[in-house]
């Protein structure tokens, strides 16, 4: 569809910028590391920290309109999304 972009696309962006992911333990999703939450693995908030899924990533990051955004708490761009 138009405006959309598929989870690979935007993962390749923001592993990009530092992001990371890893199958953690028994979790039967993969978690998503920011950058900070990638370099301390050991002492994370999951929603903050990291994200466990690819629909958790994207419902607390990038379901929102279109437009080219700076975030706050990771100083990262993202393409946010139609809602």
């Known amino acids: ?6 989870f690979n696309t935007i993962w390749s962006r923001l592993k990009a910028r530092g992001w990371r ?7 039967l999703e993969t978690r998503y ?8 693995r050991k002492a994370t908030r999951r929603g ?3 994200f466990l899924g690819e629909t958790e990533l994207l419902q607390n990051r990038l379901m929102l309109p279109i437009q080219s955004v700076r975030s706050r708490s ?3 761009e993202v393409m ?3 809602r």
């Open 1 to 6: 569809m138009t405006g959309e972009l598929t």
């Open 21 to 27: 992911h890893q199958n953690h333990g028994i979790e």
């Open 33 to 40: 590391y920011t950058p900070r939450g990638w370099q301390s």
């Open 48 to 50: 903050t920290d990291y």
């Open 74 to 76: 990771h100083n990262i």
């Open 80 to 82: 946010r999304l139609h």
